[in-house]
């Protein structure tokens, strides 16, 4: 069984950020769940639980498919070893002012 230490958590956090710095949010929110999901098998091999609340202008006229997909394409091979499960709440900026979910 892999278990993180909190710098290697650290380290996933500060690498997801980095990675979608290319959608250049205004509002970048990320929590960390794995400790909810111990045993589980994803948790097993080493893959964290998260999510995301992410406010970018990327996401203007986009559906919630294509944010979504925008998000995994910046974070590439992380999704595949990395990140087991993430939830994702994304939303162009004009969305985010009257959004009440706007927040992790």
Do not use: N
């Not at 500060?14 to 960390?32: N, Y």
């Not at 990327?58 to 974070?75: D, P």
Request: hydrophobic residues 40%; glycine residues 8%.
């Amino acid at each position: 069984m892999t278990d993180l230490t909190s710098s290697e958590r650290v380290s996933t956090l500060d690498r997801i950020t980095r990675k979608l710095a290319c959608l250049a949010p205004s509002k970048l929110e990320i929590l960390d769940d794995s400790h909810k999901h111990a045993g589980h098998a994803g948790a097993r091999d080493g893959g964290g639980h998260y999510r995301l609340v992410i406010v970018s202008p990327a996401f203007f006229g986009k559906s919630a498919m294509a944010r979504h997909r925008l998000v995994y394409a910046a974070l590439g091979d992380m999704m595949h070893k990395d990140i087991h499960a993430l939830a994702i709440q994304a939303f162009a900026p004009d969305e985010a002012e009257i959004s009440p979910a706007g927040s992790v």
